[in-house]
């Protein structure tokens, strides 16, 4: 009788799981719109910096696995953004950089990041076909400043909103924004450096 009662019950618990539950795979694309790289020296006596860089693309690919109303992933994304200028506290602006390894002036700086990252998502009940959603993620990033002040790997977080439109029984259009930030990042002379990026992505799900 036990043993007919804890079928049942398990048979009850598996027919509740839903029926677009499984693996994903995802790829997008979107405009990466980096904040300023903030250098804060330890020293009160030396001169905060803050380095301009341009938008540019970024790219992310994830693999995950759809439970319902909630996923889980393993994500890797890539932004590279062209130096801008150098503007420091003083006033002084500058639109080429010095590298402290080459002993060099720099005019083609890139800022790089590349994340892994795993993330969360909750996705909402709307419309037919319409599923709004929150997300949140951690991981590492590799942070490379383009001058060689930065150039090491760090912990990272995310947050970000979207919404997913439904274009086949499979197949999902994502649109979403993720607010992107390294933690604890610091520049060869031991200054604490602040950056985060804002990205508007587009991509599409499949699931199988």
Not at 61 to 90: C, H, M, P, W
Not at 131 to 139: H, I, L, R, S, T
Not at 165 to 185: E, F, H, N, S
Request: hydrophobic share 45%.
């Amino acid at each position: 009788m036990k043993k007919t009662l804890f079928l049942a019950m398990l048979f009850a618990c598996l027919g509740t799981v839903p029926a677009y539950a499984g693996y994903y795979v995802s790829g997008s694309i979107g405009a990466a719109l980096p904040g300023d790289v903030e250098y804060k020296s330890p020293t009160p006596a030396e001169v905060d910096a803050n380095v301009m860089y341009d938008a540019a693309c970024a790219f992310n690919g994830a693999f995950g696995y759809n439970f319902g109303n909630t996923r889980l992933e393993a994500a890797i994304g890539y932004q590279q953004n062209g130096f801008n200028k150098e503007v420091d506290s003083d006033g002084a602006v500058f639109f080429t950089a010095f590298n402290p390894v080459t002993q060099t002036v720099v005019t083609d700086i890139h800022l790089s990041l590349l994340t892994v990252m795993a993330n969360g998502y909750y996705d909402f009940k709307a419309a037919s076909g319409v599923k709004p959603y929150v997300m949140g993620g951690a991981g590492v990033a590799h942070f490379n400043s383009g001058d060689a002040w930065v150039d090491s790997t760090y912990f990272a977080w995310q947050l970000g909103a979207g919404i997913g439109v439904k274009l086949a029984k499979d197949t999902t259009l994502d649109l979403g924004y993720r607010l992107i930030m390294p933690v604890g990042v610091k520049d060869l002379d031991n200054w604490h450096v602040n950056w985060e990026t804002h990205n508007i992505m587009a991509g599409v799900r499949y699931e199988f």
